[in-house]
């Protein structure tokens, strides 16, 4: 069953991204949500071996993910939702942390995220728009967060999915308030759609925890 709706997840994405036109919006905002419901489906399917909390608060992540995918065509109302979304998973993968952060992934993420609120939020700010810059700060600071977490938890799932949601969320940032991008879109909601699978499907990651005997592993 879990494989159909892969298949279904598939499908239906390269269906949005390559195929629905922009117009009537309506119906773009409609099978853009397709994916997305099936990716909910997914999640909701996959075995629970984290824990049945982690596996609520990811459901629970992407079903307000899915409400901002609707409303981003609102800019502000979709970065607020998806801003909500990321809190959201921020608790999930803090339900599931298990490791310290290696000091040069903590490196890379704060020259990351130092380099983007010069960059992105540096631009609004040049340019008056002071209320849009704080808010680009903010969103740069739980999308950072969302990263930071799903690392710690050591789900190797979580943390590519994370990444790829970071990548796609600085590819559409970049196209909005910097410079144009080719084929944004197809980088986008790729890179984003992929991200999503990966998160819910972090549901069903096995974790590895050490016996009284180190050599010993219980799964």
């Given at each position: 069953?879990r494989?159909?709706v892969v298949?279904?997840?598939i499908?239906?994405?390269a269906?949005?991204?390559?195929?629905?036109?922009p117009?009537?919006?309506?119906?773009?905002?409609?099978?853009?949500?397709i994916?997305?419901?099936?990716?909910?489906?997914?999640?909701a399917l996959?075995?629970?071996?984290?824990?049945?909390?982690y596996?609520?608060?990811?459901?629970?992540?992407?079903?307000i993910?899915?409400i901002?995918?609707?409303?981003?065509?609102?800019f502000?109302?979709?970065?607020?939702?998806?801003?909500?979304?990321?809190?959201?998973?921020i608790?999930?993968?803090k339900?599931?942390?298990?490791?310290?952060?290696?000091?040069?992934?903590?490196?890379?993420?704060?020259?990351?995220?130092?380099?983007?609120?010069?960059?992105?939020a540096?631009?609004?700010f040049?340019?008056?728009?002071?209320?849009?810059?704080i808010?680009?700060l903010a969103?740069?600071?739980?999308?950072?967060?969302?990263?930071?977490?799903?690392?710690?938890?050591?789900?190797?799932?979580?943390?590519?999915?994370?990444?790829?949601?970071?990548f796609s969320?600085?590819?559409?940032?970049?196209?909005?308030?910097?410079?144009?991008?080719?084929?944004?879109?197809?980088?986008?909601?790729?890179t984003y759609?992929?991200?999503?699978?990966?998160?819910?499907?972090?549901?069903?990651?096995r974790?590895?925890?050490?016996?009284?005997?180190r050599?010993?592993?219980?799964?």
């Open positions: 069953m494989s159909l298949a279904a997840i499908v239906f994405s269906v949005y991204i390559f195929f629905i036109p117009e009537p919006v309506s119906f773009k905002i409609f099978m853009k949500l994916p997305m419901a099936l990716i909910i489906l997914f999640g996959t075995l629970p071996l984290v824990s049945s909390t596996k609520k608060r990811i459901l629970f992540g992407l079903f993910c899915m901002a995918d609707g409303v981003i065509y609102w502000m109302a979709g970065l607020v939702t998806f801003f909500i979304g990321h809190v959201i998973y608790f999930a993968f339900q599931a942390t298990r490791k310290k952060i290696p000091i040069w992934v903590a490196i890379l993420l704060l020259a990351y995220g130092i380099g983007m609120a010069v960059w992105i540096g631009s609004q040049m340019a008056d728009q002071f209320v849009l810059g808010a680009i969103y740069i600071a739980v999308i950072l967060t969302m990263g930071w977490m799903a690392i710690k938890t050591g789900l190797k799932l979580a943390i590519i999915g994370a990444l790829l949601f970071m969320d600085s590819v559409l940032a970049i196209d909005r308030f910097i410079v144009e991008i080719p084929y944004r879109d197809a980088f986008v909601m790729i759609y992929a991200a999503q699978v990966l998160i819910a499907a972090s549901i069903g990651s974790v590895v925890k050490y016996s009284v005997n050599n010993n592993l219980i799964r």
